[in-house]
């Protein structure tokens, strides 16, 4: 056993060494996640046992993400499990719920949404905890995400309005009528994936981040579908890269839609309104 104090150090420090931000924080956490106990528990110890977070801390020093060692990541009011076959939330996208929220400010007033490319499900179930009375169902083309998807929505008592489904994009839905569609699809441009952070170049699977050598290829397979599952008064929520925003807008416009430009918390743009064009 060894102080508490100084199993913190001797974290933070390996942790400070391989470059990671807020080596301290994490160093805290990594011992929690290590004990089994929460953060704010640690300050009831003062001692611990010497390698109790070593294996832990290896991983982190590696770039893993925190979110992958421990398993599990918040999004909006959910807690989610993570896998490496996904995407791990990240708060930008939650720019795509408060612009919903905004948009739908009638709780009562939405009965289907559709998630396209669902990942962890973190779109859709952030969406339905917010609109009681609808159902949802997401899409994705791999049936291990799918799965994953749904213990989250197990995890997060939602089941029982959601359902997942193995597809790719809108293809099998048919004429659906979904008053809200979100979808967070690849947008990295292919070249530019070698330049990425490590806990995403090496840690999140291409098939989330690769959009092809422009970046826009999934916007080119997802708008020319949108109007056939849209229920009429409906509206897409797209998450976009920051340097996005014209080029998608500009396919958007081709194909029939008005669009609505909505920035994240940093002010960059992050997410697009799609609605079919008045007549």
């Not at 939405?110 to 499900?121: A, N, P, W």
């Not at 973190?122 to 291990?144: H, K, N, S, T, W």
Request: some cysteine.
């Amino acid at each position: 056993m060894i102080p508490l104090c100084e199993a913190l150090a001797q974290i933070s420090t390996r942790l400070k060494a391989a470059g990671i931000d807020e080596s301290r924080r994490e160093a805290r956490l990594l011992l929690a996640q290590a004990l089994g106990c929460h953060v704010d528990d640690l300050l009831l110890r003062d001692v611990v046992p010497e390698h109790a977070a070593l294996d832990l801390a290896i991983r982190r020093a590696a770039h893993e993400p925190f979110a992958l060692i421990v398993g599990r990541a918040a999004f909006w009011t959910l807690d989610l499990e993570v896998s490496p076959l996904t995407l791990i939330p990240r708060a930008d996208s939650e720019t795509l719920i408060e612009a919903v929220l905004a948009r739908f400010t009638q709780r009562d007033s939405v009965s289907r949404i559709l998630d396209l490319g669902t990942g962890t499900g973190a779109l859709l179930l952030a969406v339905l905890a917010e609109f009681p009375q609808a159902i949802g169902v997401g899409v994705d083309r791999i049936e291990q995400v799918v799965m994953l998807a749904r213990r989250n929505a197990v995890r997060n008592h939602l089941a029982a309005r959601s359902h997942f489904v193995v597809g790719d994009w809108a293809a099998s839905l048919g004429t659906a009528g979904f008053d809200i569609i979100v979808t967070n699809p690849p947008y990295i441009e292919s070249a530019a994936i070698a330049e990425l952070m490590p806990e995403v170049r090496c840690f999140e699977p291409a098939s989330a981040l690769d959009g092809g050598a422009d970046g826009l290829d999934a916007y080119r397979a997802i708008l020319p579908v949108l109007g056939r599952v849209l229920a009429p008064g409906g509206a897409a929520f797209m998450e976009i890269g920051c340097r996005q925003a014209d080029q998608v807008t500009h396919l958007a416009r081709a194909a029939g839609f008005e669009v609505e430009l909505r920035h994240d918390i940093a002010t960059l743009p992050r997410a697009l309104i799609i609605t079919p064009t008045k007549s």
